[in-house]
């Protein structure tokens, strides 16, 4: 069982709709990282999450540490917002590796 | 600008042949990684560093060489390439501090043949 399980792992919503993306770990860690990737393309960080909640434009992220899992959701969904999106857990302590889910691919139709 | 720089973006080795990956940071970031990302299978941990001088294996180490003679630069080696290399391959530094943002390079698409 991978450490870090991300649900669903594809996605196709219609322009403006809600999107949720789930994502549970088994390990004790210090932090979330939420990832962009678009196709072809580099990853871009778009949370760090500790605890609580955290928005940015129409992206909100949110993690309970006591149930080992986060969600992030898009609002007013758009086709430029089509990626793949990858959740990645950060080890407690001095360990700092980061663990990947295996991506949740969003597609976006106008 | 700030942030990590991968070269080459792309490359096509034989069988056989080395290569070395160059992954620069600016931010003087401690800690650097490599990481390989195949379909399916997520982003796998190659190799990283928690300071100069210092290398360690990850997940899947077999095959590759690493060195990081200067803090701002992780190198990736291939002796001998092989297909089961071809991949897509991130860097990616952090600083060891709580609260603070990974950075990840733009990634080398290396084909194997």
């Known amino acids: 069982k991978n450490e870090v399980e991300q649900s669903p792992q594809n996605l196709t919503a219609q322009e403006g709709e809600f999107i949720t993306i789930n994502c549970s770990y088994s390990?004790?860690?210090?932090?979330l990282h939420w990832l962009q990737q678009h196709p072809g393309g580099g990853i871009v960080s778009l949370f760090m999450?500790?605890?609580g909640k955290k928005k940015h434009g129409r992206l909100i992220a949110t993690i309970n540490i006591q149930e080992k899992h986060s969600s992030l959701h898009i609002t007013a969904s758009h086709p430029r917002d089509s990626a793949v999106y990858i959740c990645?857990?950060?080890?407690?302590?001095?360990?700092?590796?980061?663990?990947f889910g295996k991506g949740t691919l969003l597609t976006v139709n106008p | 600008n700030a942030g990590v720089t991968q070269t080459p973006k792309f490359r096509v080795l034989k069988t056989g042949q080395s290569m070395t990956l160059l992954c620069a940071q600016d931010m003087n970031h401690e800690y650097m990684y490599w990481y390989r990302q195949d379909p399916g299978m997520g982003l796998r941990l190659i190799h990283y560093s928690v300071g100069e001088g210092t290398t360690a294996k990850g997940e899947v180490p077999d095959g590759y060489n690493v060195s990081r003679l200067k803090k701002q630069n992780f190198l990736l080696g291939l002796e001998s390439a092989a297909p089961s290399q071809t991949s897509v391959y991130f860097c990616a530094s952090i600083q060891p501090t709580v609260g603070t943002e990974a950075f990840f390079g733009q990634g080398t698409r290396l084909t194997v043949v």
């Open positions: 990645a857990v950060r080890g407690g302590g001095s360990n700092y590796k980061l663990t």
């Open positions: 390990v004790g860690i210090s932090a």
């Open positions: 999450l500790s605890s």
